[in-house]
């Protein structure tokens, strides 16, 4: 890409989208582009919000590759023998594994309790109490926080190790990613603190020391890139396979619909474009991107900004028709 159209990228970026922190664009396995914002640098990772439930995907394929987890059809109480099923309760004892990955789980509210959970001294606990109700399985019911969480205890249950120490041994150490240890959140104060600390790095954990699976980790863009990248090798890394390319398939194809938002299709925690592509999506705007057809990895790191502007209509629009050639 010449210096023209870098600097068109660079100045579009700080008018129109002036909380991002880095930006990594890959093609055909190379890196073209790679700029930071922000007072940010190459070193300092971000909280990804809701990208953390796509790489969480990715620990659950891994964990079935290696026969921790049957299948995404184990139903979730397998893994929580103790739960008591109250009379009012049965439609908890028929949703599965694949249910909370594909956003097809009812839970017992309209809208989620952000502030019960997050206050919750045993997230797990109350996310079973929430898990259920009179809504249907199979109809589509997006899960920020409580219920996505289930899928970092079931991980924990099957593999009998935390979810960092999985993870930093079947993917991150693999990929030369570095999540180095737990981050602890003793109150709001302390959870809003680390979210603009651009030193912060690591995976928040809940006070049962579980870490968070539907947000709380923090990557830097490169390594946000090499979550693409893994994704677009069908799962190969350094001529080794880390995830199996049947889970990178199933992963990413449709198995549930988010008609209140735009009909947009959804595999397990990815979110589905159109036919040749598919992103992790996080708030404020954090996304990997993966374009199968044109070879293509894009990955936006960003500040929180409530209602930031559409990274996919930026990439559709923007970025991507400077790679055609």
């Given at each position: 890409m010449n210096q023209e159209k870098i600097k068109e990228l660079d100045k579009i970026i700080n008018k129109d989208y002036s909380n991002i922190t880095g930006l990594v664009i890959q093609k055909n396995g190379t890196k073209v582009y790679e700029n930071y914002f922000n007072e940010y640098t190459v070193d300092n990772p971000i909280h990804i919000y809701s990208v953390t439930k796509s790489i969480v995907s990715t620990?659950?394929?891994i964990a079935i590759d290696e026969g921790d987890i049957k299948s995404v059809d184990q139903r979730v109480l397998d893994f929580f023998p103790y739960y008591t099923v109250n009379a009012g309760k049965k439609t908890i004892q028929e949703i599965t594994i694949k249910n909370l990955l594909t956003m097809t789980a009812p839970y017992?509210?309209?809208?989620e309790p952000y502030e019960k959970f997050f206050a919750s001294q045993n997230p797990i606990q109350d996310a079973l109490d929430l898990l259920g109700g009179d809504g249907s399985i199979g109809e589509f019911n997006y899960s920020a926080v409580g219920g996505t969480h289930l899928l970092s205890g079931i991980l924990a249950k099957a593999?009998?190790?935390?979810?960092?120490?999985?993870?930093?041994?079947?993917?991150?150490?693999?990929?030369?990613?570095?999540?180095?240890?737990?981050?602890?959140?003793r109150n709001k104060e302390e959870h809003f603190a680390v979210m603009s600390d651009k030193n912060t790095s690591g995976w928040a954990v809940d006070p049962k020391g579980l870490n968070t699976a539907g947000w709380g980790l923090f990557l830097t863009p490169v390594e946000m890139a090499k979550i693409g990248q893994l994704y677009l090798n069908n799962g190969v890394w350094n001529d080794k396979q880390i995830v199996s390319a049947e889970w990178m398939s199933e992963s990413t194809r449709e198995h549930s619909c988010c008609v209140q938002w735009g009909n947009l299709a959804y595999g397990y925690l990815w979110w589905l474009i159109d036919e040749n592509s598919y992103a992790a999506m996080g708030d404020g705007g954090n996304i990997i991107y993966v374009?199968?057809?044109n070879q293509m990895v894009i990955s936006i790191a960003s500040l929180f900004i409530p209602e930031a502007k559409d990274r996919i209509e930026f990439i559709k629009g923007y970025i991507e028709p400077m790679f055609e050639i």
């Open positions: 620990l659950i394929g017992k509210y309209k809208t593999t009998g190790r935390s979810i960092l120490d999985f993870a930093t041994e079947k993917l991150f150490s693999p990929l030369g990613i570095n999540v180095p240890s737990n981050i602890v959140l374009n199968t057809k």
